[in-house]
T-cell receptor, first 114, second 114 residues
Framework: NAGVTQTPKFQVLKTGQSMTLQCAQD?????MYWYRQDPGMGLRLIYYSASEGTTDKGEVPNGYNVSRLNKREFSLRLESAAPSQTSVYFCASSEAGPRGTEAFFGQGTRLTVV | GENVEQHPSTLSVQEGDSAVIKCTYS??????FPWYKQELGKGPQLIID?????GEKKDQRIAVTLNKTAKHFSLHITETQPEDSAVYFCAASKKGTGANNLFFGTGTRLTVIP
């Protein structure tokens, strides 16, 4: 049982390049999330998917797009990377319903945009 | 929306001493308060949580207290060990509304000195 798996673990991009961060969970969770973590700012929600087929913006969605490919997979795309998107990105998942608030996190992707 | 403040940002203690991390929240409707531990190179992991109908909860060396009137909650770690060294995040939400409504503090880096 791997939990939440993110790829890649590290990435360096040049300004203007695009890339997709991949996330998969094997806990049969309905809801999935993408966060970014910056020094002194904690975890901020970028996008989430409450269930398969739905996606919604979080606190900091600008510059990102997401795709809920199926129940297991939720990807985050940077169409034109900017230095301000240098961060550590975490994918998370949770059950729906009354226990839906506990989030299970992946190990993170450290992205540097130069 | 909810605003969660966390103090201190860094904390160093001698092995065997106690550590206390404090958080305040702004939304009186929040009723679920989890604490996450993030070890180096890993994603955050839930270590303890408390609901608003409970004033204190303990799990071995870890305890959380909640004062709903003052809108603050604290994490207490007793008999600290080197493996307790990590970044700790508090969070607040309305339980059952999904992790998209989970608001995090900015984190406390705890160092336990052997």
């Amino acid at each position: 049982n791997a939990g939440v798996t993110q790829t890649p673990k590290f990435q360096v991009l040049k300004t203007g390049q695009s890339m997709t961060l991949q996330c998969a969970q094997d806990m049969n969770h309905n809801s999935m999330y993408w966060y970014r973590q910056d020094p002194g700012m904690g975890l901020r929600l970028i996008y989430y998917s409450a269930s398969e087929g739905t996606t919604d913006k979080g606190e900091v969605p600008n510059g990102y797009n997401v795709s809920r490919l199926n129940k297991r997979e939720f990807s985050l795309r940077l169409e034109s990377a900017a230095p301000s998107q240098t961060s550590v990105y975490f994918c998370a998942s949770s059950e729906a319903g009354p226990r839906g608030t506990e989030a299970f996190f992946g190990q993170g992707t450290r992205l540097t945009v130069v | 929306g909810e605003n969660v403040e966390q103090h201190p940002s860094t904390l160093s203690v001698q092995e065997g001493d106690s550590a206390v991390i404090k958080c305040t929240y702004s939304d009186s409707a929040s009723n679920y308060f989890p604490w996450y531990k993030q070890e180096l190179g890993k994603g955050p992991q839930l270590i303890i949580d408390i609901r608003s109908n409970v004033g204190e909860k303990k799990d071995q060396r870890i305890a959380v207290t909640l004062n709903k009137t003052a809108k603050h909650f604290s994490l207490h770690i007793t008999e600290t060990q080197p493996e307790d060294s990590a970044v700790y995040f508090c969070a607040a939400s309305k339980k059952g509304t999904g992790a998209n409504n989970l608001f995090f503090g900015t984190g406390t880096r705890l160092t336990v000195i052997p």
